[in-house]
Nanobody, 113 residues
């Protein structure tokens, strides 16, 4: 189970930090990350992190967003800086265990210009 939090309304140029707490005891062995879906658009990758702490970012967020994980707290974070109106979307946390994908409930991020 994945529980996301931290979304909200922010002005362009502002920052937000998303958190996603996992219940799986295998969290430290899982790839985890964040996807987002804007109205009328497909869900897209934002950032992921692997068990070895390697990270991957969408080009649109590189240099602005930072993903991190705390394996003790079983939580993945997404620090979002210099937010733009194009970042407005529902953000979903994601975890991959073996061949299975798990999704959190989503948290709304709205950036006003």
């Amino acid at each position: 189970q994945l529980q996301a939090s931290g979304g909200g309304l922010v002005q362009a140029g502002g920052s937000l930090r998303l958190s996603c707490a996992a219940s799986s005891s295998r969290f430290r062995n899982n790839r985890v990350g964040w996807y987002r879906q804007a109205p009328g658009s497909q869900r897209e990758l934002v950032a992921t992190t692997s068990p070895n702490m390697a990270t991957n970012y969408a080009d649109s967020v590189k240099g602005r967003f930072t993903i991190s994980r705390d394996n003790v707290k079983k939580t993945v974070y997404l620090q979002m800086n210099n937010l733009k109106s194009g970042d407005t979307a529902v953000y979903y946390c994601w975890s991959k265990t073996g061949e299975y994908d798990y999704w959190g409930q989503g948290t709304q991020v709205t950036v006003s210009s």
